[in-house]
């Protein structure tokens, strides 16, 4: 099997998709069922029929392009990503997944490689949480993570329901139906950027997934007591703000003691309420954010911010709320995938690092219904959503020949 990949076309094509955009080039902005966005489904869809695949499309507007095999009624092998971008990001984010399993594809099928098992392209809908605050929308419908009911209860910013968004999109179909049946993939590889500084710091070309991370999030509310700056002497205090630092710190701590470096917590948002300046801080809205690739672990940070919560509030007189608005397990990735591509990188004599993702993605959901892995390749300076992202022609070119190899090998 000779497999070309060819990398001008792959480029022109993520230039093309780029330009499809909301916002000012380098920038993209391609929010999922605007305007902008159904013009980029639609030329997608026309570039997957142009390379001989059947499309069709689910109710919530995941895309699927299949190449038949041999065995048309084995499980397929599936591939893909997102092609939405949150505002302002970049061009590759999804899209090297996307554009780049398809050319895969295109190469293995010039290659007078023709396979057993189907394999299919799929494009997710709205793995960016920007419209409907919830991420990987299409990938948890799809594997059965989100209950039809809870989509149903989505809105938009502008208060949009959901259902409307995407009738208005010309989805009309039946929720119920998206969720695959059991056994219908044989394997999923997502190929996408890095997102971070590893590969490049290591000056390795690709990086084989091995667990992806997932975050649990929640929105913490403490309730103090307000009051003049000058009136309340500090005795009588029951200051809101005072309580959310230390709940801060404890929340650090019990990351920084799990005793892995793939812990993780952030609070990344802190509302004081009523916020002047000689007014004593009485409501704190905060989120917390608490990641691993080890779900006990994970969960056990957590606790440790549970505990840290009832001494605190005490000693400071304020009740603290805890809404746990996500906690998405962890995955580990199948090994017959993972092996596939380290394969496929040693047959090329391409040098690879097994890596943990640290993002989550589609393939996240994927994994559970699914064996999955994923297969990374470096972006400058491991930035990641913001207008100057960049991945070299010679990486994605390199990442979409390991992924063809290694969709040959799971479906030869
Ligand atoms: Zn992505």
Known sequence: MNLEIDRDRLISEIEVLAAISDAEPPAVTRIVFTPTDLKARAWLRARCEEAGLVVRQDAIGNIFARWSGSDPA????????????????????????????????????????????????????????????????????????????????????????????????GLRGDLEQVKLPDGYYKAFVELHIEQGPVLERQQTPLGVVTNIAAPASMKIVIEGAGGHAGGVLMPDRRDALCAAAELILAIENAARSSGAVDTVATVGICEVFPGAVNSIPSRVRLSADIRD????????????????????????????????????????????????????????????????????????????????????????????????????????????????????????
């Not at 064996?371 to 070119?397: K, N, Q």
């Open 74 to 169: 084995a499980p397929a092998v599936s591939t893909g990503s997102h092609i939405d971008a949150i505002p302002n990001a970049g061009k590759y984010d999804g899209v090297v997944g996307v554009l780049g399993g398809l050319e895969a594809m295109r190469a293995l099928w010039r290659s007078g490689f023709r396979p057993t098992n189907s394999i299919e392209l799929l494009v997710f809908t709205s793995e960016e949480p920007t419209r409907f605050g919830l991420g990987c929308l299409g990938s948890r419908l799809l594997s059965g993570s989100l209950p039809v009911e809870a989509a149903k209860r989505l809105n938009d910013g502008d208060g949009k329901s959901m259902e409307d968004v995407r009738s208005n999109a």
């Open 293 to 412: 690739t080890d779900l006990e672990r994970r969960d056990s940070v957590i606790k440790a911010m549970e505990y840290a919560c009832s001494p605190i509030s005490a000693k400071r007189k304020v009740a603290i709320h805890i809404e746990l608005l996500n906690a998405d397990a962890p995955a580990q990735c199948a090994p017959t995938v993972v092996e596939a591509l380290s394969n496929a990188c040693r047959r090329q004599q391409q040098k690879f690092l097994p890596i943990v993702s640290r993002a989550y993605h589609d393939a996240l959901f994927m994994s559970r219904i699914a064996p999955t892995a994923m297969l990374f390749i470096p972006c400058r300076g491991g930035y990641s959503h913001r207008p100057d992202e960049y991945a070299s022609p010679e990486d994605i070119a390199r990442g979409t020949l390991i992924l063809a190899e290694a969709l040959a090998t799971l479906s030869e």
